[in-house]
């Protein structure tokens, strides 16, 4: 069992930091919602101010290293130029996709917009997390604030799908390939059975 | 429980949070309108940067901050640069201020708008004709 440094680097961005962030939207739209409940005592305790932060803050980091191994680590593979005259593009995914009419237009729509539009999530979330871990419970007395907040959150999730459901058609279409080989386990060849 | 900034306690832009140690600290919305008015800035940025680099060869040029990653690099390295200016700009200024929220609030909205639409390749081909 095998895989390759470059599968190894694009299961850390999209598996890894994209995923685990979309996972986190889940309990971050709830807890949010929920400090906006009128049952919720006026002030939050220290445990929970604690774990609230935390949350936030684990959602910032995901994202900041979610673009950011997709920018500089496995899009500079996605999209190599291949060598003049190449007849196998299987390499350059970028090329392989612009190659046929029937796959140009996941780069050119589902590429070139997953590229830019990811970059909303962080730069959304950040503030989210920000004025949430300033205002705290009191947010509530502050409805445009939870109103803006609430929107980016939405927003940061809504631009991640959008990076996400392209990434994985994408690498499902034209997935980034090469780089050295890690043996993750040794098996026996040749038998069936 | 101690008050800090009691005196500012006036309009209903201010709220009481927990400072530690038992104490309570009054800060206005400012910070909260600075980071939300910076985060529109940043995202609209982002997008017209983004349309720029795709309508013109000389600016996508110029973007090429890091040629593997090609004008991705600068578009999105001048978009944060830009956000975090204007998010400290912002809170330089609205810090100790009660600010309208719901205008920082249309503002915000429309850059996060400005972000998702320039970004979509279909929009930007409607913009340049193409």
């Known amino acids: ?193 | 429980m101690a008050v800090k900034n009691r005196a500012a306690v006036k309009s209903e832009e201010y709220v009481e949070v927990p400072a530690g140690r038992g104490e309570v600290e009054v800060i206005p919305n400012g910070p909260g309108a600075a980071a939300i008015l910076a985060a529109g800035i940043g995202c609209a940025v982002l997008g017209i940067l983004a349309l720029a680099g795709d309508a013109s060869e000389t600016i996508k040029g110029l973007l090429n901050f890091y040629s593997p990653t090609g004008a991705l690099s600068g578009v999105t390295t001048v978009a944060i640069i830009i956000w975090l200016m204007s998010w400290y700009v912002l809170n330089l200024r609205w810090r100790l201020q009660a600010i309208d929220m719901t205008k920082v609030n249309v503002a915000a909205f429309i850059g996060l708008a400005i972000g998702f639409l320039l970004t979509f390749p279909p929009f930007m081909d409607l913009i340049q004709g193409r």
């Open chain 1, 1 to 193: 069992m095998e895989i390759t440094s470059r599968d190894l680097w694009t299961i850390f961005h999209g598996l890894g930091f994209g995923a685990l962030f979309m996972l986190a939207f889940s309990g971050a739209l709830a807890e949010l919602y929920r400090l906006s409940a009128p049952s919720v005592p006026a002030q939050l305790g220290a445990q929970e101010r604690n774990l609230l932060n935390f949350h936030l803050s684990a959602m910032v980091i995901l994202a900041w290293l979610a673009v950011l191994t997709g920018a500089y680590i496995v899009y500079p593979w996605y999209r190599a130029v291949p060598p003049e005259g190449a007849a196998d593009l299987a390499n350059y995914p970028r090329s392989l996709l612009l190659s046929s009419a029937r796959t140009s237009e996941w780069h050119r729509i589902g590429m070139e917009w997953k590229e830019n539009v990811a970059w909303l999530a962080p730069i959304a979330i950040t503030m989210v997390a920000y004025v949430t871990m300033k205002y705290q419970r009191t947010i509530i007395r502050l409805q445009q604030m939870r109103l803006a907040v609430l929107t980016f959150t939405v927003a940061a999730f809504i631009a991640t799908g959008i990076a996400g459901a392209f990434g994985a058609l994408l690498n499902k279409y034209a997935p980034v390939r090469g780089g050295s080989n890690i043996i993750l386990m040794e098996g026996e060849s040749g038998g069936e059975k």
